[in-house]
């Protein structure tokens, strides 16, 4: 049985996109390797097999650190990601009956959730019997609304082991858990700075929060210079010099330098991007389990 996709007389397997996309959502080849439960010999190799098929190089990377994608990778990754979830649709819709009912689902607005679109798209067109209600808030505003029974499933982030409140029958699902770090355009001394001049989400946002409590502690002054709920636009904001923010280690960018400890700035802790899903309801759990298995969360896995 051919499990590939040809390109004149070479092949290119739904292994090499899997391995593709891992190590581009998760900047890692140790990371992607522990996901694929492959070795990371086996995983450069593959990767480095599909750059040769395709005759270009797809990620860029520097003493086996992944910086980035290609423009070629750039063009690549969304494609490669429609492939997996196209097969995994089809899959799904062999081994288990359709969905019917309506759905609640919270999702954060503050985090990139890549695809979260497209995702809910192809659920409903391969179970026509399945509504889905979506809220897009801050990450505190959807675990208001989960508390308050507003939502069947939800998403958001959290501060690693934060304890939230929710419903006895409440199952959470952690999709990744990763550090926060500070970042700057350029090396900067913590104790240099006469204050802060901050690059963050809205009030309301886990990585604010987790910043402005680790700078209570210090007693620097704080000067907010500039605020967004969109994730491009804080990190073109600190690629600009306009300031330092407190971002979740994978959402570091070329551009940025990581500030910490030999800097003299504070520690932030872990992040949790969650899944919770309000009760054992079967709808609730496959819709669930659908958007796990999704393209969209295919880099979220706890780290």
């Known amino acids: 049985m051919n499990n590939g996709l ?26 992607a390797s522990r996901e694929l439960h492959r070795t990371q010999s086996a995983v450069t190799q593959s990767l480095k097999k599909l750059e040769q ?22 063009r690549f990754l969304p494609a490669a990601k429609e492939i997996l979830a196209r097969v995994l649709d089809a899959v799904s819709a062999i ?23 497209g995702a809910l798209s192809r659920c409903m067109v391969i179970n026509r019997g399945l509504g889905i209600q979506v ?79 680790a700078l209570m502690a210090t007693g620097k002054t704080v000067n907010f210079a ?5 994730y ?8 600009a010099g306009l300031g330092i923010s407190a971002l979740p280690q994978g959402a570091v960018g070329p551009k940025h330098v990581v500030l910490g400890r030999e800097q003299g700035f504070p520690p932030l802790p872990f992040v949790e991007l969650v899944m919770v899903v309000r009760s054992k309801d079967e709808l609730y759990q496959r819709f669930a389990e659908y958007l796990q298995n999704s393209s969209s969360f295919a880099g979220l896995r706890v780290a």
């Open 6 to 31: 040809l390109l004149g007389n070479r092949q290119i397997t739904l292994e090499q996109l899997r391995v593709f996309v891992c190590v581009a959502d998760d900047k890692s080849f140790d990371r």
């Open 53 to 74: 098929i395709l005759d270009c190089t797809l990620l860029e990377r520097k003493q086996g650190r992944v910086l980035g994608l290609t423009l070629d990778g750039e």
């Open 95 to 117: 081994q288990h009956p359709g969905l019917g009912g309506h759905i609640r689902l919270g999702v954060p607005d503050d985090f990139n959730v890549v695809d979260i679109h």
């Open 135 to 213: 809220t897009s808030a801050l990450s505190s505003r959807i675990a208001d609304m989960l508390q308050a029974d507003q939502l069947d499933v939800a998403i958001f982030k959290r501060v690693a082991d934060e304890q939230a409140q929710h419903s006895s029958q409440a199952e959470v699902q952690v999709l990744r858990k990763e550090p926060l770090c500070w970042v700057g355009r350029e090396p900067v001394q913590f104790d240099e700075l006469p204050q802060l001049s901050l690059v963050a989400f809205p009030d309301g946002c886990t990585y604010r929060r987790a910043a402005l409590q």
């Open 226 to 230: 500039y605020a967004s709920a969109a």
């Open 232 to 239: 491009e636009n804080i990190r073109s904001a600190v690629s």
